[in-house]
């Protein structure tokens, strides 16, 4: 059993940053990030591998997004930089373990032009 939370949304302007933040409870594996936006479906944004050795991004953030984490405490992170408006979505974390999906609550972040 794994719980997922994240945090760290809100509001930026075009052009500014928001690290969120995701704290686990259970073992965990190869992290994600995904968002969600009004009327869209979820999508990808960013992975890492357990060692944070390995990560992996979409082509709309890559370059502007860095995805981290902190084993020890069981932490995972998504620094957002020059957020486009486009960026606005409810960001999920998410982890599969033995071929079972694990999402956290989701966090908004809407940024504003």
């Known amino acids: 059993q794994v719980e997922l939370s994240e945090s760290g949304g809100g509001l930026a302007q075009a052009g500014g940053s928001l690290r969120l933040s995701c704290g686990a409870l259970?073992?965990?594996?190869?992290m994600a990030w995904f968002r969600q936006a009004p009327g869209k479906e979820r999508e990808f944004v960013a992975t890492?591998?357990?060692?944070?050795?390995?990560?992996s991004y979409a082509d709309s953030v890559k370059g502007r997004f860095t995805i981290s984490r902190d084993n020890a405490k069981n932490t995972v992170y998504l620094q957002m930089s020059s957020l486009k408006p486009e960026d606005t979505a409810v960001y999920y974390c998410?982890?599969?373990?033995?071929?079972?999906?694990?999402w956290g609550q989701g966090t908004q972040v809407t940024v504003s032009s």
């Open positions: 890492i591998t357990w060692s944070g050795g390995g990560t």
């Open positions: 259970g073992r965990t594996d190869i």
């Open positions: 998410h982890t599969l373990i033995k071929l079972m999906n694990y």
